[in-house]
């Protein structure tokens, strides 16, 4: 299967296993508002960018997919219902060394994630992400200051 057509015509479906197929975008899933379980294990899937809006979503499995971009799991911040999500064998994960849970929690800050790749995410895991996000907020914060000072300076040696 390479596509997502003619499911949306199951508007009863709570879960939906579509593992092992060539399935590249799920935007057709967009009429499911009772699905809690979405298997998409070993797919083509690259980005989320079209990824629709599953209110009752809560186990979201995205194994071995092809996704590569870390950005691109902002796409899955309206799953206000997400609580379990699986990136375990993507590209993903390989390109964020061993820091995805910290960058995953930052970028889904306002979701209660409990289980990310099989594992519990702890209160503890949640304070690093935040305490990490605003350490590059601070940081981002001071370059700015300081390419402000230094364009006022370069200001005034031209007068």
Not at 13 to 33: F, G, H, M, T
Not at 45 to 50: A, H, I, M, P, S
Not at 106 to 131: G, P, S
């Amino acid at each position: 299967m390479e596509n997502c057509d003619g499911i949306h015509k199951l508007p009863l479906l709570e879960a939906l296993y579509l593992s092992d197929n060539k399935i590249n975008s799920v935007a057709q899933l967009k009429e499911l508002p009772l699905l809690t379980r979405l298997h998409l294990r070993k797919n083509e899937l690259v980005d989320l960018v079209n990824f629709p809006d599953l209110p009752a979503l809560e186990y979201l499995n995205l194994r071995e997919t092809k996704i590569e971009k870390l950005e691109e799991i902002k796409n899955l911040a309206n799953l206000k219902n997400l609580v379990d999500l699986n990136l375990l064998g993507t590209p993903l994960e390989e390109n964020v060394e061993g820091a995805l849970k910290k960058e995953v929690l930052i970028l889904l800050e306002n979701l209660h994630l409990k289980r990310f790749n099989k594992e519990e995410v702890t209160e503890e895991d949640v304070q690093e992400a935040k305490e990490l996000k605003e350490e590059r907020i601070k940081e981002e914060e001071e370059k700015r200051k300081e390419a402000e000072l230094a364009a006022q300076e370069g200001e005034g040696e031209q007068d």
